[in-house]
């Protein structure tokens, strides 16, 4: 890095990346907390012999500044004081005859964090706006995590049996597109061991266990809340720009996930769907379906997958948000990116915090490959009309914000707690097979019912053409998803599926 001059830092004022301290003979006490905050966060200058009168600084001098470097280095040196190395360059201006000294403290990498001093990881600080701060147990936690070789999604789960702790449906739906999207691996493998070949089962005291990474994306109910103890998702639909205080009043709609990654998925998939204006285009030539997904959906879903791939599921306070203002959609992710900002729209991989969940994700075509995501979402949105989106990475309190801007998503006119009117073009489009399936299904339905209803006779295809893609879009559910194999099995329409048969009803 350039040496600055001493007009520039002196005119940079004290905030996050500066510290001023007057050190006339002696070094203050409080300097190595700043080098603990400047390392654990993103790292900054500390200036020697400046003293501030209101908002103004003033250089004052060091008097002995030989021995107040020596006593600065000497201390960070003998690893006694900081838990960690920390990188300092050190660097003297001299202006009218007085001297200053200055230290560019660079931010630790990952594994180096949290740096804490006297070897009390309570005295662990971090830099918020001109202040040096004690982090918090949960913050030090945050930074333990994130510094462990072994990734949180790779480590075994062990809570819940095996037998009972992964959702088939979801499981049934990840390989249904696997084997659609990676030819040549056998469909006929039992799901347990197609898990351990791609590493989601792993051996332990001669048994399978799931890992995390397992049991986030397929869980069942009772795994995924034994697992993460708080909601995987909350998405607000919300009626006033994100500039606006918070109004209780004015909600549209609101969806709290608290199943497994994939369930997730499908439920946000479906409030978007239904939401979100679509306009035909065309007719896909190998589908022969119409191609009508909303303008954006690219972007929506890359900026969805980052959420469900890339938070830190280790962090028990605090959950994803995604909020749909009539101005933009916000998407905030409990989870820093451990790429430097400067580096975000580099192509290439990149270090990630759940690398088993990000392959599983990557393997059936949800998301972009590493390192090309935010990329293209910059493209594609810009390309719509768009302001660029807008990307904060919070290494402060842990935490990635991405704001989609004007994507005119919601019906502004829309009643506080209902459901808004859609308009039979924005009616989300569903094949015809699932259009008759929602037509014939009354109440609470056994499968042999519906394929009578529906005068079919090929289970196979009744559950690939029928059932399964109303249960992906969420348009209907079974009354035991724990149990889908159960004698005692029945299926019923969602609220979403009983909104649009009303719709198509009336269209």
Sequence with gaps: ????????????????????????????????????????????????????????????????????????LSVLHAGQKISHDVDVSEHRYEHDGKVVLA???????????????????RRTFLRKGGGDYRAQQHEIERMLRDASADRWDGEPFTRVDLDEVFHSASLKWYRDRFHATNPGFDVEQPHHEFLYEWGYLVKEGGKLLPTRGAVALFGSLRGVRNLIPKPVLDVRFLGYASTEDFDETRWIDRLVSEVNVIETWQQLLAKYLFFMPKTFRDIDPATLERRDAPAGFR?????????????????????????????????????????????????????????????????????????????????????????????????????????????????????????????????????????????????????????????????????????????????????????????????????????????????
């Design 1 to 72: 890095m350039t040496k600055p001059s001493l007009e520039d830092l002196l005119h940079s004022g004290e905030w996050t990346g500066a510290e001023f301290k007057a050190s006339k003979s002696a070094l203050p006490k409080s300097v190595f907390e700043t080098v603990s905050a400047f390392a654990n966060t993103r790292g900054g200058w500390i200036v020697l012999g400046v003293t501030q009168d209101d908002e103004r600084f003033e250089v004052s001098g060091v008097d002995e500044p030989d021995k107040v470097q020596n006593d600065f």
């Design 299 to 507: 972007v929506f879903r890359e900026a969805a997958m980052n959420l469900l791939i890339h938070q830190d599921y280790g962090d028990h306070s605090r959950k994803a948000v995604i909020e749909f203002f009539t101005d933009g959609i916000k998407f905030w992710n409990p989870g820093d990116s451990f790429a430097d900002e400067k580096h975000l729209l580099d192509p290439g991989e990149k270090d990630v915090r759940n690398p088993a969940i990000a392959m599983a994700i990557r393997r059936i075509g949800m998301c972009e490959q590493a390192g090309t995501g935010l990329r293209m979402m910059q493209r594609e949105w810009q390309a719509l009309g768009h302001a660029p989106p807008i990307n904060t990475n919070d290494r402060v309190h842990k935490a990635f914000a991405t704001f989609l801007p004007e994507p005119r998503a919601l019906v502004e006119t829309a009643t506080p707690h209902e459901t808004p009117h859609v308009a039979p073009h924005e009616t989300p489009h569903v094949t015809a097979e699932v259009a008759r399936l929602l037509g014939a299904l009354e109440g609470e339905m056994r499968r042999e019912e519906l394929m009578a209803a529906l005068g079919l006779s090929d289970r196979k295809h009744f559950q690939s053409r029928y059932q399964q893609p109303a249960i992906a879009a969420g348009l209907i559910e079974m009354t035991l998803p724990e149990k889908p194999k159960s004698r005692l099995q029945r299926y019923r329409l969602t609220e979403a599926g009983k909104t649009l048969r009303n719709q198509r009803g009336r269209t």
């Design 103 to 121: 230290f560019q403290v660079a931010e630790n990498p990952r594994p180096r964090k949290p740096v804490y001093l006297d070897g009390d990881i």
